[in-house]
């Protein structure tokens, strides 16, 4: 893409997206860019941390890749995490098929 708007060159940052590659054990989350070798720790408030282990490109904006969730952006929204799996059985089903003698979770038994 040629650039000809020398003045406009600053805000015109590259878009990288981050995508989540471990989760540790203690919460935190490691990041990894798909386009440069950035890489950070990050970790959800109220103990808010975030570890730049790789600066990659700096110069590019880093947007986070999950479920609308922003890294290093102005927002940082969760999606809601109200839908229950299609597969759910109600507890109150579960216990009338226990009291016929079907174990709907027999497997974990
Ligand atoms: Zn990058």
Redesign the pocket.
Known sequence: MPRTDKIGEMSVSEH?E?ILSETRESGAEEWA?T??A?RIVFRWPPRYEKLVLEH??VN?V?VGGKGGLRVGGLAVTRAPATEMPATEMPAAERDWLRDNGIEWDGASA
């Open positions: 990288h981050m860019c386009t440069c950035r990659g490109d590019a880093h």
